[in-house]
């Protein structure tokens, strides 16, 4: 049984789930709505000042949770492998700016090689940025994501792919990202959330609901309860395993985007309150 | 290694590849092209006398692999559950009048509750036809798919899954279909394609290939040799787990579907002879 969430206290949101919203506006929405909590995806950090941002958020007493997102390491081209180490530097640049503890990685894949040569890709990816992260203080956590994005968004699609790597890497500053919406359908998910505890590796949990049906393969996720995964269960899992950080509400969705945004939040508060 | 395909003795069509042909057409069409085997979905039977589609089956020299598809077995509506295994029953009446030896299927899901629970109704579901499944000689191949359709087409999502449920109601009518769109991103497929052979309960093995972008989740599915299967290497795999039946190309797509078929019928023998 997952325990009750009583207050907001441990509420993150995520840039993009309020994507028509620029950083200020987020900062002073979710600050305004009780949210502590904010994980800053990067472009709503182009062309910004980020000791200025960083000011505004220490002003309205916000909690930077990760920065969303680095990755993308696997190519079969050498010079594209190269430029994702340097977006990947920056990105770690980035986060120390803005007081980000943590990135989430999207580790990539690449169509034309194989998944085994594009998870070995990502630890040599990650291996090469963790001095630099390290230096930083930004913890690394890979996040494995669902099955359908194996073709070109990430060769680690299971939490057990995820284990296998961080364990491997075996550093405190690399751990995992657990996202109901990548994991929801893995029987061996609550295993598998339990050995990521057991390592210490587990560093974020993201939550948002599958729809029935889902349309768009990015687009189209659902507030918690709109969908068909049970995420109190997998939220107590989470628990059992030792997390005590924030649940992040990360929510990619054309028909929520639509909407007045205000509202929206309050919409989120709600599910997180009565559904999460 | 993989064998290389010399000649299309081994090559199976299903009608709906070849979406817009009636029965009459594809059996018409396949023969001509030199393909003797074919897997026929049951939506080309509606309003078919099934004496007569036999007969033209047999007058055209075609080989029925299996008809396609009974499953859909979980739902939380009691009547609705009755309905599918009337469903079922009347798919293995279509298969033995048509002489089809296997009929697929896609297990189901009801995302109104857990996927555990709509395993254990599937094993249910399948134990309640077997016995008409047997006397009417025809065998049941579950069919793993995707976790994408974990939401409501199926609940079971690997092929570990499907090695698990064929073992467990162990009959030598009830084994597995094995495909590669729904499989190959699974990190353990070589090792759970050698268990299922091992059993006996390697059933069927179904062909295309994964379009990277993939822009619908039903009907975007690619030829052999458009996106990032090794069909080859999977195989490879099928042959050495003792797979001696059909390789039959199952394509779902908007976009070659508003091609020429013949045309098209031509490129997937192609793409059978040169990518598979």
Not at 75 to 104: C, K, T, W, Y
Not at 142 to 164: K, V
Request: glycine share 8%; with cysteine.
């Amino acid at each position: 049984m997952s325990s009750k969430i009583e207050d907001l206290s441990r509420l993150c949101v995520h840039t993009l789930t309020t994507k028509p919203w620029d950083i200020g506006t987020c900062v002073k929405n979710y600050s305004a709505a009780g949210i502590k909590g904010i994980t800053i995806w990067r472009n709503v950090l182009e062309d910004r000042n980020l000791v200025d941002v960083k000011k505004m958020l220490d002003d309205f007493g916000m909690e930077v949770v990760s920065l969303a997102r680095g990755g993308f390491f696997p190519s079969i081209d050498l010079r594209r492998r190269e430029m994702a180490i340097d977006d990947n530097l920056l990105a770690i640049e980035q986060a120390a700016s803005v007081g980000a503890p943590m990135i989430v990685l999207v580790c990539g894949a690449d169509a034309g090689q194989s998944l085994e040569k594009s998870r070995e890709q990502i630890a040599e990816g990650i291996l090469r940025i963790l001095p630099a992260a390290q230096s930083a203080g930004v913890k690394l956590a890979i996040e494995p994501l669902h099955p359908m994005y194996a073709g070109d968004r990430s060769a680690i699609n299971t939490i057990r792919q995820a284990n296998e790597m961080a364990e491997l890497i075996h550093s405190e500053w690399v751990g995992i990202a657990a996202d109901v919406y990548h994991l929801w359908w893995d029987p061996d998910l609550q295993a598998g959330i339990q050995r990521c505890g057991s390592h210490n590796n587990l560093f974020a949990f993201h939550v948002c609901d599958w729809n029935v049906p889902t349309i768009d393969f990015l687009n189209d996720r659902g507030l918690m309860g709109d969908g068909c995964i049970n995420v109190p269960e997998i939220r107590s899992w989470v628990e059992e395993a030792g997390f005590k950080g924030y649940n992040e509400v990360e929510i990619f969705s054309d028909k929520y985007w639509a909407t007045d945004q205000k509202s929206y939040l309050e919409k989120i508060k709600q599910a997180y309150l009565t559904k999460t």
